[in-house]
């Protein structure tokens, strides 16, 4: 059974920086592509970042650009998302999630994702 499970998040002044992790389990190999989605309160679900397992293309929110970095460690099953230069907008749950398909490019809707985790909590407050 894939399990996805996030940590990392917690509360930083506008500016600061975090790195969010999400531990992937229940897999050994094949094609997939790992996303962070992000949901603030009242907002709908957006998708911050992916990675793609096959040639480790990344793709971002346009307005993280330049300030958030996703990697992920050699064997993929872990996904790390640096988080820099935080701004309140930030501020969401954030949520690691998986497919698993031959992707090519772009960002994976997230209804067509297969598993995700439970969400750890971003907030940037002064």
């Known amino acids: 059974q894939v399990q996805l499970v996030e940590s990392g998040g917690g509360t930083v002044q506008p500016g600061g920086s975090l790195r969010l992790s999400c531990l992937a389990s229940g897999f050994t190999t094949g094609y997939y592509v790992i996303a962070w989605f992000r949901q603030a309160p009242g907002k709908e679900r957006e998708g911050v970042s992916c990675?793609?397992?096959?040639?480790?293309?990344?793709y971002y929110l346009d307005s993280v650009k330049g300030r958030f970095t996703i990697s992920r460690d050699n064997n993929g099953h872990m996904v790390y998302l640096q988080m820099n230069n935080l701004k309140p907008e930030d501020t969401a749950v954030y949520y690691c999630a998986i497919k698993f398909t031959y992707w090519t490019a772009g960002f994976p809707p997230d209804y067509t994702m297969d598993s995700w985790g439970k969400g750890t909590l971003v907030t940037v407050s002064p």
């Open positions: 990675i793609i397992n096959s040639d480790d293309s990344t």
